[in-house]
């Protein structure tokens, strides 16, 4: 089981650290990634505003500024959580407090990211022609299902951080070419349109850190004839550099393929302490931002107002609502006993209460 450590006591500031600078261009997708509350909530965790008021946390981050909500989808998790089942009913949540929906695709039975793009159990063996397939049916089967409930995503990713591909071996990106990966990504994106049109298909990359990744990928796909809605980037300052370059991506992104942007995660620590038994994922904060409250608000302030001034649209943060709940484990095949890296990483601190500082703004 997960030991819980001592909570430290967090100091509440009485004002906001960061003031909103005005652009032309607004945030149309305030964002939050809350693919583990779901299972949160069915231990029994509970949430608080800035007020101290228990409530849900959608409705909490709602009254931040969110009106949109990131799931990921595992085709065969171990734990049953964040598979279509488990999607299906909290769009119905989510849907139902006025929210909208990107649901992410990894096409694994756990995490998919730049450095593991493992394919799911049921596909294991599949080629190249059976896994476009797969995507496609897959695909279309999720949407299709979500559609059929009154719940159809406005947007989706096919797959997640695929920096060098996904679906690896087939669908990885090797000595520069691009012709499997973009096969799948055909399948994902006809199968998403084909399902509902309105659908933006979004194609998620890490490389807010170089404009030259970016482009290497995003070039790669296009020349083989990949069509995608809006183009997603990750955004970490511990992991991806300065502000000035995610800016100078972004804007790039934007111009060079004429599609809008958005940073589909970026989150930062609020303390360099730990909650539970598994290491944090992230130890060490970026200058300029201390490991409190004031100092979680102003990166995310900073980062939401830079990608907006660049020309991105929307800017989602990743896992807000998770703490260190015993139970909600890193690791779907141990969901019971593997702990949380990211309890240092949430907007809520080991009690459930809101960082009060926090707000997404157009």
Not at 239 to 244: A, K, V
Request: overall charge negative.
């Amino acid at each position: 089981m997960v030991v819980a450590l001592a909570v430290p006591l967090l100091p509440v500031p009485t004002s906001a650290s960061a003031t909103n600078a005005s652009a032309a261009n607004a945030l149309s997708m305030r964002g939050a990634d809350v693919s583990t509350a779901q299972r949160a909530l069915d231990l029994g965790a509970k949430y608080y505003d800035a007020n101290g008021d228990a409530k849900d946390p959608l409705d909490i981050l709602k009254g931040a500024g969110v009106n949109y909500v990131r799931l990921r989808i595992w085709n065969n998790p171990a734990s049953g959580y964040n598979s279509k089942a488990k999607v299906l009913s909290y769009a119905k949540t989510v849907k139902a407090k006025g929210l909208k929906l990107l649901i992410d695709f990894h096409y694994s039975d756990t995490w998919a990211d730049p450095g593991k793009q493992y394919k799911p159990a049921a596909w294991t063996g599949h080629g190249i022609g059976q896994l476009q397939t797969d995507v496609y049916n897959y695909t279309y089967d999720v949407c299709n299902s979500l559609k059929s409930q009154g719940t159809a995503p406005d947007s989706v990713q096919i797959g997640n951080e695929i920096n060098v591909g996904m679906l690896w071996d087939d669908g990885k990106v090797i000595n520069n070419d691009f012709t499997n990966l973009s096969l799948l990504l055909k399948a994902g994106y006809n199968a998403t349109k084909s399902c509902n049109s309105g659908t933006q298909v979004i194609i998620h990359t890490a490389d807010a850190d170089s404009d030259a990744h970016a482009r290497w990928f995003y070039d790669g796909i296009k020349a083989k004839g990949v069509n995608w809605d809006i183009t997603g980037l990750s955004y970490y300052c511990m992991w991806h550099g300065s502000l000035s370059t995610m800016s100078n991506v972004v804007a790039d992104m934007k111009s060079r393929y004429g599609k809008d942007v958005v940073l589909a995660e970026t989150a930062y620590p609020f303390t360099s302490a730990n909650a539970d038994s598994t290491g944090n994922s992230v130890t060490s904060g970026c200058s300029g931002y201390p490991l409190t409250w004031t100092g979680q608000a102003a990166n995310f302030s900073d980062v939401r107002n830079t990608a907006r001034n660049a020309g991105a649209i929307g800017v989602f943060y990743w896992e807000p609502t998770w703490y260190a709940v015993p139970g909600n484990g890193w690791d779907p095949a141990d969901i019971n006993n593997s702990g949380n890296g990211w309890d240092n990483m949430a907007l809520f601190d080991w009690t459930g209460h809101l960082n009060p500082n926090v707000s997404w703004s157009p």
